[in-house]
């Protein structure tokens, strides 16, 4: 394989591992800037959105968006 080819396919893997790693710290930014929690996201630092509860464990670790059971069945009702 000559030297042009390699140097090509160096280029194209660099440019690739680029764009994966900028597409990935981009949802992560786009998540951060979000205010509020979807349903069954953490709601460790934010609110939950949509007057969902944040549902925690004893300890008061671990929360998370939980709908109720009328609020699954509403959703599913208006669909």
């Known amino acids: ?21 900028a597409e990935e710290e981009f949802g992560e930014i786009e998540e951060s800037e979000r205010s509020c ?16 509860a944040c549902i925690c464990n ?3 670790t671990n929360c998370k968006c939980k709908k109720g059971v009328f609020r699954i069945i509403g959703d599913w009702i208006g669909k």
Request: aromatic share 4%.
């Open 1 to 21: 394989m000559s030297p042009n080819v390699q140097v090509l396919l160096l280029i194209v893997g660099l440019i690739m591992f680029l764009a994966v790693h």
């Open 37 to 52: 929690a979807e349903a069954y996201k953490s709601c460790d630092s934010i609110p939950c959105c949509d007057n969902i």
């Open 58 to 60: 004893p300890m008061r």
